[in-house]
């Protein structure tokens, strides 16, 4: 297992180093007093704790390009204000702490860090879930892991994939019941995939593929909901 520390603050970076080598004293320890520094090492940890608030790059640009890279393991925000707490969401984080980190809340966060990491692990080679739709005179298998998200049009149901846009006739909340919890059904005519959200505010949802989705107003405390709680269960993408 490898432990990444980032803190432009190297007492701390020290201290934290010291504290997780006593938790896990058969874990690689790395540490960086930069963000670049991380980016540039291109070697991606199994757990990193990334403070917020340095120089140049921040803990939240850090966090950015790590996942866009792909980077889909446990990201654990470090930071002085809490006010910077809700942001941290927007990158999937698995936990933040607040400094001055005390012994009992780090240790708490990092084994249940290390039990995420191996449900993870374990579920990489788990096949990806799938859905049997009939499009025309085709039948055709979809995995739930290439569906961006669905909508209703004209009576039909569109599914947007990373590769094509397939129509068929059925109803969204049938889908919906077998889609599962990383789907969201956060306006009447559209499910999406939480995992493929880009960003959103209080009235849309924009997608990797640029499709920005309508928030019903009913629906956003639910979307933000089960976004963070998403977030949370940390879905290997």
Not at 93 to 109: I, Q, R, T, W
Request: aromatic share 10%.
């Amino acid at each position: 297992m490898r432990i990444a520390i980032c803190d432009d603050e190297k007492r701390i970076c020290s201290i934290l180093a010291e504290k997780v080598e006593n938790l896990f004293p058969d874990a690689e320890i790395m540490v960086y007093t930069s963000g670049a520094s991380l980016i540039e090492a291109e070697i991606f940890p199994d757990i990193l704790l990334l403070d917020i608030k340095m120089p140049k790059l921040d803990g939240m640009e850090v966090a950015k390009v790590l996942r866009d890279k792909g980077w889909r393991k446990i990201l654990i925000f470090i930071t002085g204000e809490e006010s910077q707490v809700f942001n941290s969401f927007d990158f999937h984080a698995f936990h933040f702490l607040v400094k001055p980190v005390s012994d009992e809340k780090l240790k708490s966060v990092l084994e249940d860090a290390a039990e995420e990491l191996r449900y993870l692990e374990k579920s990489q080679g788990i096949r990806d879930k799938y859905i049997e739709i009939q499009s025309g005179t085709e039948h055709i298998r979809v995995g739930l892991s290439k569906l961006i998200y669905a909508e209703v049009f004209d009576r039909k149901t569109i599914l947007h994939t990373k590769q094509e846009n397939i129509e068929y006739y059925g109803q969204l909340s049938a889908l919906e019941v077998l889609v599962g919890r990383d789907f969201h059904r956060i306006h009447r005519s559209y499910l999406i995939n939480m995992k493929y959200v880009e960003r959103y505010d209080r009235t849309s949802v924009t997608m990797i593929n640029g499709d920005n989705i309508p928030i019903a107003r009913r629906e956003y405390d639910g979307f933000i909901k089960a976004y963070l709680e998403y977030g949370r269960r940390r879905v290997q993408a």
